[in-house]
């Protein structure tokens, strides 16, 4: 079995990733698969750790973050739907307003 | 340590694959890879709940979600991964400082006592959460329904 340190490693690389993506990026659907990217690293930090001390409030607090993820999700995507209807476009360069 | 690796190996590929893909429906579904791994990483954590979990919501409502809203926004800027090579240099740099970073943290911390888990047991973290943490419980309900609320305010046609 993988000692902890190795978990560290792996939600690191993940993490710088999805930092790639954030600042690459212009279509703001894809910035949000790269947001997506990093709390997954996040979380498997949270249940490494919490599997390494024997505990399982690591997991529960995986759990916050799953659910806190999924709402800020479902915030996103509504925005981005109306961001298309009145510009035409999801590239991250036309946000300047909400109206 | 097989596990791990292989593990390890298909989720840094397919996030690879999510951050550099022209297309996005395409990125989306090497996204679902990523998550798919995550899951079978979080078996191997002892986090069962956390796994099916994580199937249930990520794979299941957030892949059909993003899916929905690549399909149904304009996509005319589609094709270009990034803003030009000089963008594209900026973000590989502070992605591998950042990992350099991380990975130098991480080789010098010593880490706490290594005591896991040997079995999963997901009505402990139920207990956990209804119990002790029963408050934030709450709060996360609530933020949950304005969240769902906000989402649909926000994704209704104004016209009708």
């Known amino acids: 079995m993988a000692g902890l340190e190795m978990w560290l490693y792996l939600s690191a690389l993940l993490f710088a990733i999805g930092l790639y993506g954030v600042i690459t990026r212009r279509s703001a659907v894809a910035l949000l698969l790269s947001i997506e990217l990093m709390v997954n690293a996040v979380n498997i930090n949270f249940a490494a750790f919490g599997w390494s001390r024997g505990d399982y409030t690591g997991q529960m607090i995986a759990l916050f973050a799953v659910a806190l993820t999924v709402a800020e999700v479902a915030v996103g995507l509504a925005i981005l739907i109306q961001l298309s209807r009145t510009h035409k476009s999801t590239e991250l360069n036309v946000a300047t307003e909400l109206k | ?160």
Do not use: C, N
Not at chain 2, 19 to 47: E, M, N, P
Not at chain 2, 80 to 106: D, S
């Open chain 2, 1 to 160: 340590m097989i596990p791990f690796y292989l593990t390890a190996a298909a989720m840094l590929v397919s996030a690879i694959m999510v951050v550099r893909s022209t297309d996005l429906v395409r990125a989306v579904l090497w996204l679902s890879v990523v998550l798919g791994a995550t899951a079978v990483a979080f078996i191997q954590l002892k986090a069962d709940l956390l796994a099916v979990i994580q199937v249930m919501l990520y794979t299941g409502g957030v892949i059909t979600l993003m899916l929905f809203a690549v399909l149904l926004t304009w996509r005319r800027d589609e094709g270009k991964p990034a803003a030009g090579r000089h963008r594209q240099g900026i973000g590989a740099l502070l992605a591998l400082g950042t990992a350099g970073l991380f990975v130098a943290a991480i080789s010098r911390t010593e880490l706490p006592e290594h005591t896991p888990l040997v079995e999963s047991d997901s009505a402990a973290v139920g207990a956990l959460f209804l119990q002790q943490h029963v408050v934030a419980f709450e709060a996360l309900s609530v933020l949950l329904l304005a969240a769902m609320i906000g989402a649909i305010v926000l994704a209704r046609r104004s016209d009708a």
